[in-house]
């Protein structure tokens, strides 16, 4: 799933860096907390295959643009990214 959706990511342009789970960079909901901290305004996608109703309600509050649950459509990614990118350059 990982290099399917980095495969994507970059036939669509964007230049990717994966790891091969959350907990290889930094736990949950942790690296989202760091950015937004340090005053980033980076879109956060969250990709798991876990069904958590209370991860997903936190990491949306904070901020997090979408919040996709493996397996999902590619359209569904495509989509967060070009409406994120779109936003992006309105503001």
Known sequence: MR???QRL?????SVTE???SAADFLCHSEL???L??????LPVIFITALEDGALEAEVTQAGCVAYLRK???ANLLINAINNEWVAS???
């Open 71 to 73: 397996p999902f459509p």
């Open 89 to 91: 350059t309105t503001d």
């Open 3 to 5: 290099r399917s959706v």
């Open 36 to 41: 937004r901290a340090s005053g980033s305004k």
């Open 18 to 20: 994966e790891y091969s």
């Open 9 to 13: 990511l970059n036939a669509h342009g």
């Open 32 to 34: 989202q907390r760091r």
